[in-house]
């Protein structure tokens, strides 16, 4: 045996204690024969030799301490095996010389005791058992041959048979080895399957998608959690129409070749589900589940991440010609030359201001500040103070907005984000109005759970398209042509930054939008600000 098999090998017990249950069964059969009458047996002459039965019960013994030592006591396997051989050889070679010698046939027994012992033996022990059989074999049929029992030529046939034993061992041990090397092969295969399962497995539980395995049937085989949450509870042989019976029907008809779907899953949040058929024999398809809100926001974020690399470079480049155009033009301004030097003045003032403005939006949405200075604000007092100043810059007339915020309300915001979030929306709402008395309502009322403050800022204008609901918070879509499509982008980052939502609520006319904020203690937004921020 080589040193790679040597240091493989292991103790073939189950094989052995098969080995020793055919030894037991050759033990009983040849303990019959030699009880039954010399007329039935005559061509064995059992009966002839007055001791054989009690070699016979003797062997019969052996073997059967044998069996139990290899099913009890596990130990010393090439001891166990090499007794049991030997113990084989001297009772065949018993049995020959009482019957005869190698013409009796009882030589053949060793063959298979030999190949048996060949199969699940260690090394150079087979041929010391094929050495051991031959020897034994010689000697028996030399005894008898000088004791005149056996015929001379009779020498012969104990040569071949004992040649036979050591082909017969040495091609079991052969075939042994095979065996050994394809089991150490399946081993590491079978080892190399269960770590690749095992990481496979992980990945998937891992996975920021959901997976499913369904069978030709529609019952779910295996899932991940994130397919758990997004459909509820999936255990194996669940029908997938009792949790998702959009993807369930079109599972079924396969021979539309559908590659996705979008569906509505457990929360109401929409997913997308795409299918891959299998090359498994039981026809299995995999079902991977993606949620759209996740992937808009991916593609978001990478967005601006892109926009955040272009910022910073060209902000330097815009702002330096902007403060030169603008510092020209007021120069330009102290020389009076007519009306028309004025209205040129006034559009480059204007455009430059415009300019400077869409400088600054871009550099806030690539730079998406922290909060810094959260604090438990009095609606009424910031409102109040937020509409005296936006009316003087604006210059608009402060009848155009009906306001209701009550005096115990309040909220955890940074003031300067809530100030910025308050002149956008209203300054879009004053904007696509039709601009009289209460046309703007700008009203606040506490939440449904008493924990958090809702802001509602409604108009009067034509409101907003339903294909462009879902794109009014996306950055750079406006619908006004002097906008930077920046407003509600910016307005929405900076009300998640500050632990509160910014959503448009459906109305049949006007625009409505709602901020929501929360009213717990500012220490707690503190810190889950600045988790969130970090």
């Not at 049937?217 to 397919?227: K, M, T, Y």
């Not at 003087?392 to 979030?421: R, Y």
């Given at each position: 045996m080589s040193d790679w098999l040597s240091s493989t090998w292991e103790a073939s017990w189950r094989p052995f204690q098969y080995?020793?249950?055919?030894?037991?069964?050759?033990?009983?059969?040849?303990?019959?024969?030699?009880?039954?009458?010399?007329?039935?047996i005559s061509p064995f002459h059992l009966a002839s030799f007055s001791g054989i039965r009690w070699v016979v019960l003797a062997y019969l013994s052996l073997v059967f301490g044998g069996l139990l030592l290899a099913i009890f006591w596990r130990h010393r396997f090439n001891t166990q095996l090499s007794s049991q051989v030997v113990t084989d050889v001297f009772f065949v070679n018993f049995a020959m010389f009482a019957l005869g010698g190698v013409g009796s046939g009882m030589g053949t027994l060793l063959l298979v005791s030999l190949a048996a012992a060949s199969l699940v033996g260690r090394g150079r022990l087979v041929l010391f058992y094929a050495a051991l059989a031959t020897l034994a074999t010689l000697l028996t049929q030399i005894y008898g041959i000088l004791e005149h029992k056996f015929d001379a030529a009779t020498i012969?046939?104990?040569?071949?048979?004992?040649?036979?034993?050591?082909?017969?061992?040495?091609?079991?041990?052969?075939?042994?080895?095979?065996?050994?090397l394809n089991e150490e092969l399946a081993r590491q295969r079978g080892e190399s399957l269960e770590n690749q399962s095992r990481i496979s497995q992980r990945v998937v539980e891992r996975?920021?998608?959901?997976?499913?395995?369904?069978?030709?049937?529609?019952?779910?085989?295996?899932?991940?959690?994130?397919?758990?949450?997004?459909?509820?509870?999936?255990?194996?042989?669940?029908?997938?129409?009792?949790?998702?019976?959009?993807?369930?029907?079109?599972?079924?008809?396969?021979?539309?070749?559908?590659?996705?779907?979008?569906?509505?899953?457990?929360?109401?949040?929409?997913?997308?589900?795409?299918?891959?058929?299998?090359?498994?024999?039981?026809?299995?398809?995999?079902?991977?589940?993606?949620?759209?809100?996740?992937i808009r926001e991916q593609a978001q974020q990478l967005k601006l991440a892109s926009l955040?690399?272009?910022?910073?470079?060209?902000?330097?480049?815009?702002?330096?010609?902007?403060?030169?155009?603008?510092?020209?033009?007021?120069?330009?301004?102290?020389?009076?030359?007519?009306?028309?030097?004025?209205?040129?003045?006034?559009?480059?003032?204007?455009?430059?201001?415009?300019?400077?403005?869409?400088?600054?939006?871009?550099?806030?949405?690539?730079?998406?500040?922290?909060?810094?200075?959260?604090?438990?604000?009095?609606?009424?007092?910031?409102?109040?103070?937020?509409?005296?100043?936006?009316?003087?810059?604006?210059?608009?007339?402060?009848?155009?907005?009906?306001?209701?915020?009550?005096?115990?309300?309040?909220?955890?915001?940074?003031?300067?984000?809530?100030?910025?979030?308050?002149?956008?929306?209203?300054?879009?709402?004053?904007?696509?109005?039709?601009?009289?008395?209460?046309?703007?309502?700008?009203?606040?009322?506490?939440?449904?759970?008493?924990?958090?403050?809702?802001?509602?800022?409604?108009?009067?204008?034509?409101?907003?398209?339903?294909?462009?609901r879902e794109q009014v918070f996306e950055p750079f879509f406006t619908t006004h042509?002097?906008?930077?499509?920046?407003?509600?982008?910016?307005?929405?980052?900076?009300c998640v930054a500050n632990g509160a939502n910014l959503d448009l609520l459906p109305a049949t006319s006007g625009g409505h939008f709602v901020i929501s904020g929360r009213t717990e203690s500012c220490q707690q937004l503190v810190a889950k600000g600045v988790r969130a921020a970090n």
């Open positions: 080995f020793n249950f055919y030894r037991l069964l050759l033990a009983v059969l040849i303990l019959l024969a030699a009880l039954l009458p010399e007329s039935q012969v046939q104990a040569g071949f048979l004992s040649a036979g034993f050591f082909a017969t061992a040495i091609l079991a041990r052969l075939l042994g080895q095979r065996l050994m996975m920021q998608d959901g997976v499913l395995v369904v069978d030709r049937e529609g019952c779910v085989q295996r899932c991940n959690p994130i397919a758990e949450k997004m459909l509820g509870d999936l255990p194996v042989g669940a029908r997938l129409a009792d949790h998702a019976l959009a993807l369930a029907e079109i599972l079924m008809r396969r021979r539309e070749r559908v590659a996705q779907i979008e569906f509505s899953g457990l929360d109401g949040q929409m997913l997308q589900a795409r299918f891959e058929e299998t090359t498994s024999s039981a026809g299995e398809v995999l079902i991977f589940l993606e949620d759209i809100g996740r955040g690399r272009l910022t910073a470079s060209i902000a330097h480049e815009i702002r330096n010609p902007l403060s030169a155009i603008g510092h020209a033009g007021e120069l330009l301004r102290e020389e009076r030359r007519g009306d028309i030097h004025d209205r040129l003045l006034n559009i480059l003032g204007e455009n430059v201001a415009r300019l400077d403005r869409i400088v600054a939006d871009v550099l806030e949405l690539g730079r998406r500040e922290r909060v810094q200075q959260i604090e438990q604000l009095s609606l009424a007092e910031v409102c109040a103070r937020f509409l005296e100043h936006f009316w003087v810059s604006e210059g608009l007339d402060p009848k155009i907005l009906e306001l209701d915020v009550p005096g115990d309300l309040t909220i955890c915001f940074d003031p300067a984000h809530l100030h910025q979030i308050l002149w956008n929306l209203l300054g879009n709402a004053v904007r696509h109005s039709r601009g009289a008395a209460g046309s703007v309502r700008f009203y606040a009322c506490a939440g449904a759970n008493g924990e958090r403050v809702e802001l509602h800022l409604a108009d009067d204008g034509a409101g907003i398209p339903e294909a462009d042509h002097k906008g930077t499509g920046l407003g509600l982008f910016i307005a929405r980052e900076l």
